[in-house]
């Protein structure tokens, strides 16, 4: 079973707008982490955000992290035609290099 | 560096053999996993390791085998290759404090066709 869920499952926007996918999971973590992957290609990390934390940014990029919700969202602010890819949210419940992974979002961006 | 490296690219095999795909890192990680990624699933983990020596059941284990002799290769081991392994496989690796899991570094992938 999968631990993260990302919603929408696919997401089509016009360059400039800004882009919001979220992700819920089950039960508590130590870290989550977005992942970026380009047709055809392997994954990309992101962002890693900690439990203990509730926003991180990283250049047009915004994460928050609610554990009451056992939620998280990233925002892909003024997104280009370079944007378009699947995003993915991975989480590390028990430690110890078991991350486990959503079924992504796949983002859309067109010129 | 050349990060996380995954051969063959491209693979078919017959129903009933086997085959290894090979992972090699240069980057001194103590941990490595073995993802498989279908459509619509996501990525599930296969087996992991966090270190030469010790590896572990993921989510989906079964028909694949793994070891870990050293801390740069994790080879993957597809014991009697099934049409529902055809997939397309990652190796990942990324370092270890004390429990937290770190970025993963991932491979280009190898894809898998079992006939």
């Known amino acids: 079973s999968q631990q993260g869920e990302e919603d929408p499952q696919a997401l089509s926007i016009q360059e400039g707008e800004n882009a919001t996918m979220n992700c819920s999971y089950k039960t508590s973590i130590n870290n989550l982490q977005w992942y970026r992957q380009n047709s055809g290609r392997g994954l990309v990390h992101l962002i890693l955000i900690r439990s203990n934390e509730r926003e991180k940014h990283s250049g047009r990029l915004r994460v928050t992290l609610d554990t009451s919700k056992k939620s998280s969202s990233l925002l892909i602010t003024a997104s280009r035609a370079a944007d378009t890819a699947s995003y993915f949210c991975?989480?590390?419940?028990?430690?110890?290099?078991?991350?486990?992974f959503g079924a992504g979002t796949r983002l859309a961006v067109h010129p | 560096n050349a990060g996380v490296t995954q051969t063959p690219k491209f693979q078919v095999l017959k129903t009933g053999q086997s085959m290894t795909l090979q992972c090699a890192q240069d980057m001194n990680h103590e941990y490595m996993s073995w993802y498989r990624q279908d459509p619509g699933m996501g990525l599930r983990l296969i087996h992991y390791s966090v270190g030469a020596g010790i590896t572990d059941q993921g989510e989906v284990p079964n028909g694949y085998n793994v070891s870990r002799s050293t801390t740069e290769d994790f080879p993957l081991r597809l014991l009697s290759a099934a049409p529902s392994q055809t997939s397309v496989y990652f190796c990942?690796?990324?370092?270890?404090?004390?429990?937290?899991?770190?970025?993963?570094?991932f491979g280009e992938g190898s894809r898998l066709t079992v006939l």
């Open positions: 991975a989480t590390d419940a028990s430690g110890y290099n078991k991350l486990i």
């Open positions: 990942a690796s990324s370092y270890g404090d004390r429990g937290d899991t770190g970025e993963l570094f």
